[in-house]
T-cell receptor, first 117, second 113 residues
Framework: DAGVTQSPTHLIKTRGQQVTLRCSPKSGHDTVSWYQQALGQGPQFIFQ???????QRGNFPDRFSGHQFPNYSSELNVNALLLGDSALYLCASSSIAGGPFRTGELFFGEGSRLTVL | KQEVTQIPAALSVPEGENLVLNCSFTDSAIYNLQWFRQDPGKGLTSLLL?????REQTSGRLNASLDKSSGRSTLYIAASQPGDSATYLC????????????FGKGTKLSVKP
């Protein structure tokens, strides 16, 4: 059973550029949440996607956007990169729809390490 | 507004010792609380999920308790091993939402052989 997979694992960008990160949820899950983790801090919630729509959003600017596809996979896009966007970006999956997978437990991927120069 | 605090920030113990990590949260209207482990530069591994109807949950040498009335959860690790060295994070959901978790800053555990 494949867990949550993220790509790429590492990437380096320069200020002003745009980046796209990808996530495939755990089998049986329909919901994807994205988090940003700065060094030495706990992860911070960016937004959540369910049924291809953004359902919840944390305190992040509009430069952060996302998308969910019919197969439940998701992308996180960040435009006009700033030095402060350097962080580990984590994807988490869970299940909102009913059934045995709806436990409320979140499962995380290994993350994408973004460095902005 | 949910806030999560973890004490201590760092802990160093000799191998074999039993230890307790503490987590406190401000909004007691949570429906679950989750503990995670994070190795350096890696993602989060879910350790235990405690539903609000439960008082504790066990997995191997790990035991987590939840006291909603006092806004506290503890993670107990029995007979610690060097492989337990990692950062341990607790997270509580915002209101009744699933997926929007508020994390503490974590406790960095070092178990020395």
């Amino acid at each position: 059973d494949a867990g949550v997979t993220q790509s790429p694992t590492h990437l380096i960008k320069t200020r002003g550029q745009q980046v796209t990160l990808r996530c495939s949820p755990k089998s049986g899950h329909d919901t994807v949440s994205w988090y940003q983790q700065a060094l030495g801090q706990g992860p911070q919630f960016i937004f959540q996607y369910y049924e291809e729509e953004e359902r919840q959003r944390g305190n992040f600017p509009d430069r952060f956007s996302g998308h969910q596809f019919p197969n439940y996979s998701s992308e996180l896009n960040v435009n006009a990169l700033l030095l402060g966007d350097s962080a580990l970006y984590l994807c988490a999956s869970s299940s909102i729809a009913g059934g045995p997978f709806r436990t409320g437990e979140l499962f995380f991927g290994e993350g994408s390490r973004l460095t902005v120069l | 507004k949910q806030e999560v605090t973890q004490i201590p920030a760092a802990l160093s113990v000799p191998e074999g010792e039993n230890l307790v990590l503490n987590c406190s949260f401000t909004d007691s209207a949570i429906y679950n609380l989750q503990w995670f482990r994070q190795d350096p530069g890696k993602g989060l591994t879910s350790l235990l999920l405690i539903q609000s109807s439960q008082r504790e949950q066990t997995s191997g040498r790990l035991n987590a308790s939840l006291d909603k009335s006092s806004g506290r959860s503890t993670l107990y690790i029995a007979a610690s091993q060097p492989g337990d060295s990692a950062t341990y994070l607790c997270a509580a959901p915002v209101g009744g939402s699933q997926g929007n978790l508020i994390f503490g800053k974590g406790t960095k555990l070092s178990v020395k052989p």
